[in-house]
């Protein structure tokens, strides 16, 4: 079993060590908290890294340990689950940066302090800058905002990674309130509407058109929240639609039997009950393109598992 609020780095002769990360949020940390990051890291010898997210992990770590690294640190984990709002870049904005036009650290605080570790169909990735010149990477994140001299203008479907997709611009200088209300309205939109996959992987599935209409509408009051309209779901049996990647071919299909050699996204699609399984098998990757496009056999292999084992339990639930 993974240890709590621990992700396996390694395995090396049969070893395994563990990372964790504390959340920080928007990156800022205070002297005192970094000086007892150090103690602790030093104590049980592990390594600090930057993270891209703005944060400190600790990794090496042994699975025996990592309970008292939590209790010494007194911090909370960064990540709750695979699939939730993970992290809301900030860059330092006008409140520290002479280029800055608007306040980020504000905007970015307070989306964190109400979306972090929020349930999402996928993860969810945000950022805030403070001008165009965009050092939170605002353009290759699920939902990001940019500061230019009209306002906040609003990016959608943005994503890094093995499979990158620069974001849609959605709607551009809006107030600070305008912000967080677009932001709560895709948000919601995307909670109701979207299968296991990315802001963007969404957008390309339903059409930008589509998903701008719907949330501007909703956004400039022309739809209740009780007429919103519903974006048609894949069902359960069908067959599979390839994600945007190429990932799979679609080739299970309901009443099929899980194999080593199923891709995980088939899998996910035609049967959501093993969603459960595979987190419970500590797999926290089920929204990220290149994993859902692996094998069973080869997810198994990264996260330490037995094949045998994991299969067995998928093919109980279905
Ligand atoms: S995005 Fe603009 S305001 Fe923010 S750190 Fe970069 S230059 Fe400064």
């Known amino acids: 079993m993974l240890p709590k609020g621990a992700n396996l780095q390694k395995i090396r002769d049969g070893k395994k060590t563990y990372a964790i990360t504390p959340h920080l949020p928007g990156g800022f940390i205070k002297p005192d908290i970094m000086r007892k990051y150090a103690d602790v890291a030093e104590k049980y010898h592990g390594v600090l890294k930057l993270t891209s997210a703005q944060r400190i992990m600790i990794t090496g770590l042994k699975a025996e340990d990592i309970e008292n690294v939590w209790q010494e640190l007194d911090m909370q984990p960064a990540m709750g689950f695979a699939n939730c709002v993970r992290s809301v870049k900030i860059c330092p904005g006008s409140v520290f940066c002479k280029r800055g036009k608007l306040d980020s650290i ?29 050092c939170s990477e605002v353009h290759v994140r699920d939902i990001g905002l940019l500061a230019t001299d009209k ?32 932001v709560d309205i895709i948000l919601r939109y995307y ?39 519903k974006v048609e779901q894949s069902k359960i049996g069908e067959k599979i639609v390839p994600l945007p990647g190429g990932l799979t071919e679609g080739t299970l299909v309901l009443g099929d039997k899980i194999t080593r050699d199923s891709v995980i996204s088939d899998i996910i699609r035609v049967y959501p009950q093993t969603i459960q399984v595979l987190r419970a098998f500590g797999m926290g990757c089920l929204g990220c393109p290149s994993s859902a496009g692996e094998p069973v056999w080869k997810a198994a292999e990264i996260h330490g598992l037995n094949v045998e084992e994991l299969v067995a339990a998928l093919n109980k639930v279905i």
């Open 191 to 229: 909670q109701k509407n979207a299968d296991i996959e990315r802001v963007g992987q969404f957008i390309d599935r339903i059409g930008l058109k589509k998903f701008k209409a719907d949330v501007l509408a909703e956004f400039y009051g022309e739809v209740s929240r009780e007429a919103e309209p």
């Open 106 to 134: 504000k905007l970015g605080m307070e989306l964190d302090k109400l979306y972090h570790k929020k349930e999402m169909p996928s993860r969810i990735k945000m950022a805030v800058a403070g001008c165009e010149n965009s």
């Open 151 to 182: 306002g906040w203008d609003v990016y959608v479907g943005g994503t890094a990674g093995s499979h990158p997709r620069l974001a849609d611009k959605l709607v551009e200088g809006l107030s600070y309130d305008d912000s967080l209300k677009i």
